[in-house]
């Protein structure tokens, strides 16, 4: 998973590889626009592994950026558009809180799934800058403040296999803010297949569980149905 945010562009890449390399996929989201009525995303779903993250030893952030390349409208064949905005956040938190009651202690099954994932490697580089160098350096201080304690309750539920590379950069003559995350997380195939059994039994333990998961995954397979058709006409029109 690779995600960029330099001043007002945005990138998150995540990739995602199974059966031995057999299956291999990519979600790009290529636009955030933040708005009144909550965030545009423009994403889309890519096969191959363009744009890997980068290897151990490697700074993405120093790094010099790559020849800018020209822009290109979104087709409403290859893209998605999906707008969050506060009513879908309420009733995310609704459909959470019925699987919640859906399933016997979801929260521990959730913990002990993610024990079973491992990150070979994490960097977190940023870059900052308010054009004033007593701003900038309590400007990085906050960063810091904010991405340590995140990485160290991140490190509590996913097996690390090395050190997290953490780096925050103040640049004290310029306004700039520039932030780069990358890892790679791993899960074994049959660790899954367990995880997805157990999920199961916990829901059967419930009386009505499976009835109530039916209901949320038909009601998320019907929306997401809705979203895709509104979001094909909205850049027909924009085409």
Request: with cysteine; aromatic share 8%.
């Amino acid at each position: 998973a690779t995600l960029k945010r330099e001043r007002s562009d945005d990138m998150i890449r995540i990739c995602v590889t199974a059966l031995f390399g057999l299956v291999r996929r990519q979600i790009v989201i290529t636009a955030l626009t933040w708005g009144d009525g909550g965030v545009k995303v423009i994403w889309r779903v890519e096969k191959g592994m363009d744009g890997q993250p980068p290897q151990q030893g490697q700074q993405p952030v120093s790094s010099p950026p790559p020849p800018a390349a020209p822009p290109v409208r979104p087709d409403a064949k290859q893209h998605r558009t999906v707008t969050i905005d506060m009513k879908k956040i309420k009733k995310s938190y609704r459909k959470f809180y019925a699987m919640l009651k859906a399933t016997r202690a979801l929260k521990a099954w959730m913990a002990d799934t993610a024990r079973r994932i491992r990150c070979p490697e994490l960097v977190w580089n940023t870059r900052i800058g308010l054009g004033d160098a007593a701003e900038s350096a309590l400007a990085a201080g906050v960063v810091w403040g904010f991405k340590a304690p995140l990485v160290g309750w991140f490190t509590l539920y996913v097996r690390m296999q090395s050190v997290p590379r953490l780096a925050v950069v103040p640049l004290f003559n310029e306004m700039h803010f520039e932030t780069e995350f990358s890892g790679t997380f791993r899960m074994r195939a049959g660790s899954l297949l367990a995880a997805l059994i157990r999920l199961f039994w916990r829901a059967v333990r419930v009386s009505g569980g499976l009835r109530r998961w039916r209901k949320v995954l038909g009601k998320k397979r019907e929306q997401t149905r809705r979203d895709r058709r509104s979001g094909k006409k909205r850049l027909a029109g924009e085409a």
